[in-house]
């Protein structure tokens, strides 16, 4: 009964146009000159590429001699798990860095040929990670691509959608191309926030660096069998820190939690998503103003440097509190242990809005 009525809620607070939830994911404003500017950068990159590949073929003999593999990864989340896996055997380097969003990231020509040369490149999907999906096509043949959304033991979640607001059922996750009857688009791409997916992550990881560079095979196992007891010691931590907060409803700007809320039993009543480059209309933000109100709300959570004033106005004159969620740890420093950090800062800020007395 319980799980219907969220349901309900869920898709009557989802107030999202495809336009506004294009632009809001990146947090950077939608340009549309930018089209243009973005179709020679993707024949500057298929430019570099190729000429990238044929160096990296001539280099193919000397990488293996010299034996560190040259590994790739898109975003921050599951560059910290590659990197804990890799631990005493090489670095991995990362794509997307600094406060970049992995939803509007685009490459520039030295990133192309850094990744054509690499010998195995991990992302997470195409639906998270938009600007990969020309990329993995011009790769040359000597990348190994890794997709760990679609690795064995990863489980997937439906995206929520729906709602009388909503034009279409549609997410961030497209970038400027059409994939709506991929597969891919039907999920939510947020997945390493559940722990047991990064479990089946670090096991895909070690299995393919394994099969590439065969000399570590077993530290590649010893490092992902250390990660996994880890994140089983995390996940139990996690349930027993949050569960008083487990009843308590909350409203998020961007839907990007629905892993984690099932892994630890939260209750979201929905999503707020907003234009960062349009200011909403007061009606509009009387409209969420009711809402967060009538579904008497704890707290609203916001994102770094997604206009904390539109959350502000939403909650302004209600009790409900706001607090800021880095989901894909845009605030975190890249490394091993980011992944961590990532999950308690989610957990503990959760937990200190939640359960202070409304
Ligand atoms: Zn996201």
New binding site residues.
């Given amino acids: 009964m319980k799980e219907r009525l969220l349901e309900a809620e869920w898709n009557n607070i989802t107030f999202l146009s495809a336009n506004q939830s294009q632009t809001l ?1 990146g947090k950077i404003p939608y340009d549309p000159s930018r089209e243009n500017e973005a179709g020679c950068m993707s024949r500057l990159l298929r430019f570099f590429i190729t000429l990238a590949s044929l160096a990296s073929a001539l280099a193919q003999p000397l990488a293996a001699q010299t034996g560190g593999l040259n590994v790739v990864v898109t975003s921050k989340p599951i560059h910290a798990l590659v990197a804990d896996v890799m631990k005493g055997a090489g670095t991995a380097k990362l794509l997307v860095d600094g406060t970049a ?3 509007t990231f685009s490459m520039r020509p030295s990133d192309a040929q850094k990744l054509s040369q690499a010998n195995v490149f991990f992302r997470v999907s195409e639906a ?1 990670e938009p600007f990969t999906a020309k990329v993995v096509r011009a790769l040359p043949r000597t990348v190994k691509v890794v997709t760990l959304a679609e690795a064995s033991g990863v489980t997937l979640l439906q995206r929520r959608t729906g709602g009388p607001f909503e034009a279409h059922k549609h997410s ?1 996750s497209h970038g400027k191309h059409k994939h709506g009857s991929e597969p891919d688009d039907l999920y939510d ?2 997945v390493w926030l559940d722990p047991a997916n990064a479990r089946a992550m670090a096991r895909a990881i070690a299995a393919t660096l394994a099969e590439r560079a065969p000399a570590d095979a077993a530290r590649f196992a010893a490092n992902a069998d250390a990660l996994v007891a880890r994140l089983d010691d995390l996940s139990a931590a996690l349930k027993l820190e949050l569960a008083p907060v487990v009843e308590r409803p909350f409203v998020v700007l ?1 839907d ?1 939690y629905q892993y984690f809320e099932k892994s630890f039993g939260l209750s979201a009543i929905g999503s707020i998503l907003v234009d960062p480059d349009e200011q909403p209309s007061a009606k509009r933000i009387s409209d969420l103003r009711r809402k967060v109100g009538q579904l008497s709300a704890v707290c609203a959570f916001a994102e770094p440097g997604q206009q904390p004033k539109i959350v502000a106005s939403v909650t302004e004159g209600t009790p409900t509190r706001t607090a800021i969620l880095d ?2 740890g845009i605030m975190l420093e890249p490394g091993p242990d980011l992944y961590f950090k990532l999950m308690r800062g989610l957990a503990s800020t959760m937990k200190s809005c939640l359960a202070a007395p409304a």
């Fill in positions: 994911r969003s992995p939803h998270l961030h791409a947020h961007h990007a989901p894909e």
